[in-house]
């Protein structure tokens, strides 16, 4: 039978062919053979296609309402032979865009021809976040946090960095790692060398504080202590706001309220049973504060290049993906990309609003950063020949935070997603494919600020002005 549209007159009908996104799981797979579907169909009503293609029993009827933001809820079925529906995202080939309206919309708002065969890319959509474990509360306000294989490890005003267990949230270990509030933190795995052999799973973690002082400690997952492996003196002397390891994990770049930023040598742990000669020692005064007991002895490092960056507070740093650059966002409303040897600016940007917070994708020079008015914005930072092989779709994702942006972090996993945090409270989820979200979950309570988040594989955490670290999985 005709499909008629609700005056009773021929629906419009659009061709298109599914196509299963690449890397998904083969049984998910459908015929791509082309098919006339109503062009007013939406992600829900192709979805129940795929579903019924794919013989699971789809109980909803199909939905062409508008969605702010997305639903991804699955009902089971109430048939025992036959799957449950799965919710599915779908991708338009020609124009990398998300399906957010109805094809046809999607279509002419593109400048595409609804006389044209639609080749559509389809995959599983990402579960909503759900609440987990919360950890005990903290006595201060939680500023830093940063994900590693089965720790997370967080910072606070009260200036000690925290290993924490993933599954339980317990506290493993503890450390008074500086005098003043903890304002950023980097973590990279250990791997020892010749006078120490790490365990494999050992962390680096960098830590940047209030006080002026850069630290850098390693965990032993073994032993579950931290160690003080160096300081890292004589340049800042204001708080340190950014500091990002590169992905060899042996320079560490730091930046300050002044404007400045500094590149360190990360020099290897000291090996507290050699006393050959000449081999210096500084026993730190945290060490007395160490709440493990372990020997503290560590190096004291300066800086091998230090620069005026920018005009104001830097933000955010981040090394580019091929490790010759740095990038850096300012309170002077630039971002901008710097050759890390010859410290030369090669590219900067400039917009309209304070830059509170960045982060770079995993496989691109592509950043993402926070704005006092609730935005999150997307800057291509590529420079040379590799800025001709992409584009940025949107400068910007669509206002969805109610205040100031917090923290930014893109997905270790995957390139097109990433979180956001904010001053609202809320924790975001985004697919830069859409610049609507794609779940929004309240991680503090209302009136408490996020102040930071951090990503690993279907897994989040969040830390806030409520002293309380918040675990969501999906």
Known sequence: MMEVDNDGNPATQIRISLQLYRGCDESLEVPSLPMAVPANLKRKGLASIVNH?????????????????ESTSSTASGNDNKLAPLPFDFLIQKTNRLLRTSLENA??????????????????????????????????????????????????????LRVHDVSSGAVSSQVQAHDGPIKCMSVHPYTGNSNVVANSNDIMIATGSGD???????????????????????????GIEAARFNSAGNTLASADWNGNVA??????????????????????????????????????????????????????????????????????????????????????????????????CSNSDIIATGHPDSAVRLWDMRVGGAKEQAKVLDASLKVSHKAWISAVEWSPIEPHMLATTSHDGLIKMWDIRSTLPLHSVRAHKKGEKGLCVTLGENIAFSGGSDCMIKKFTW
């Open 53 to 69: 293609l794919l013989g699971r029993t789809d109980t909803d009827k199909q939905d062409n309402e508008d969605e702010d933001e």
């Open 107 to 160: 279509v002419r708002s593109s400048g595409l021809s609804t006389e044209e065969d639609l080749l559509i890319s389809y995959f599983p959509a990402v579960k909503p976040p759900q609440t987990g474990d919360d950890t005990e509360p903290l006595p201060d306000w939680v500023s830093a946090i940063a994900f590693s294989s089965n720790f997370f490890m967080s910072g606070a005003y009260d200036g000690i």
């Open 212 to 238: 002026h002082t850069l630290v850098t400690h390693i965990y032993n997952c073994a032993e579950n202590k931290l160690r003080l492996n160096a300081e890292y003196t004589g340049t800042h002397t204001n």
């Open 263 to 360: 590149l360190w040598q990360v020099p290897d742990i000291i090996n507290t049973n050699d006393n050959s000669e000449g081999q210096s020692k500084k026993k730190s005064k945290r060490a007395k504060e160490d709440f493990t007991g372990t020997d503290s002895s560590s190096n004291n490092v300066t800086a091998g290049v230090t620069w005026k960056a920018h005009s104001s507070n830097v933000s955010g740093v981040v090394w580019s993906l091929d490790n010759k650059h740095l990038i850096t966002g300012s309170w002077d409303h630039s971002v901008k990309t710097w050759d890390a040897e010859r410290q030369d600016c090669l590219l900067t940007l400039n917009g309209a609003r304070v830059v509170t917070t960045l982060d770079r």
